[in-house]
């Protein structure tokens, strides 16, 4: 039996510290560069072998031995990728090399690496210079600041559907997410609207004014469909709901037959005077043509933007935008009788706004809050971290009793 045979067969003369001899320091640096040399200079099979050979190594290397692999093979794409999966999912010391430039990885393996290791691995992949859009989503399935912030900063980073919808939902908790949102090309209306409700005053105006369409194209296409359903006398609740969506009127003029107000402008100026009681909120919704759902969530939101939408939508004049926000008991003006630097920047919203993407943005509103099909981002996000104030809107019978603390 040889020596070498013997010493497999027994124990080591070494001890069994991480560092060993002098012979596998050697045979270690061999098979790295072995594996390292270029296409033209090895088959893929004998690479492969010595991949397999070197990773069997690796595990019982030293930690600077597994360092110098990753920085000897940080921009070689022909490694095995068994070896170099190994050491992107190593210690972050090992892994930075390699997660950083190396372009040997397809798209499979780096989803893999997000899922198995940890916070730091996941913010280099983040930074990569080229991310797809499965990689994408990997890494936007956990709330993570820090990376969800670096890949929306990424021009290299390719995000999915679906990845904007979960990136939308994490935006309702992550401070600043919303604001590097609004700049990706990816964002499409459904997931900005249902971003608006918790987005800053900057965003959501940039949001009314980008977002929303004006569906002209739309209302001419569909035109005669309107007549069509007028005959069948608005019999069909799905084509009814739809062409609410499409119309170019907003206010409902059946609800202004039957109200006690003689219109949408009667029922803000008796607001105004009176305040805002649940009757009256929920009277006004009707006459503006929306449900009580959509109206609560109008009224009780703090920034207000969406009463500058509904009075523009509505054909509202500026003047019921300010009896709308006193009936809300909301300041106007300030001691020395300036305007209020909230109603001076809502004021100023209402004044961007055009018509035609108010109503559209109203109605979209509208008919997503109680709509069968919701922005995966919007509903998923309502219903896993609605806030108490929010909670309200989940029904409209109980709507206006909660909005209103009646």
Known sequence: MSALEQMSEGESPQSEGAVGGRARRLLL?????????????????????????????????????????????????????????????????????????????????????????????????????????????????????AVLKALLQNNGAEISERGMDLLVQHSRTVEGLTTLLIKRLELIPSQAMAMFWWADGATRRVILQRQAADRLELVDLCSDVFAVAAQENWSDPVARKTLQLIERRQRNRAAIEKSPYDSLEHAVEVAAEKGLNPELAQEIG?????????????????????????????????????????????????????????????????????????????????????????????????????????????????????????
Not at 51 to 69: K, S, T, V, Y
Not at 308 to 317: D, H, I, P, R, S
Not at 369 to 375: A, D, I
Request: charged share 25%; aromatic share 8%; with cysteine.
């Open 29 to 145: 640096r061999r098979l790295i560069d072995f594996v390292a040399l270029p296409a033209t200079a090895v088959a893929p099979q004998d690479r492969s072998m010595g991949g397999d050979i070197l990773l069997e190594m690796l595990f019982h290397a030293a930690p600077d031995d597994r360092r110098f692999c990753a920085q000897r093979l940080q921009v070689n794409k022909e490694a095995p990728r068994r070896l170099m999966r190994y050491l992107a999912m190593s210690d972050l010391e090992v892994a930075k090399p390699i997660l950083e430039v190396n372009e040997g990885f397809d798209a499979a393996d780096l989803a893999t690496i997000a899922d198995e290791t940890t916070l730091d691995h996941r913010l280099l992949i983040a930074q990569r210079k080229r991310i797809d859009p499965c990689v994408a989503e990997a890494l936007c399935q956990r709330e993570e600041p």
């Open 286 to 406: 009707f006459l503006a043509g929306v449900k009580p759902v959509t109206i609560a969530k109008i009224l009780s939101d703090t920034g207000g933007e969406g009463l500058a939408v509904l009075c523009k939508a509505t054909g509202l004049k500026r003047p019921y935008l300010a009896r709308l926000w006193h009936a809300l008991r909301r300041p106007l003006k300030l001691d020395d009788g300036k305007l209020h630097p909230q109603f001076a920047y809502l004021s100023e919203t209402y004044e961007l706004l055009a018509v035609a993407k108010a109503q559209t943005t109203l109605r979209y509103w509208n008919w997503s809050l109680s709509s069968s099909y919701s922005p995966r981002a919007g509903h998923a996000a309502e219903d896993a971290t609605e806030s108490p104030s929010e909670t309200r809107f989940s029904t409209s019978r109980r709507t206006a009793q909660l909005v209103f603390g009646a």
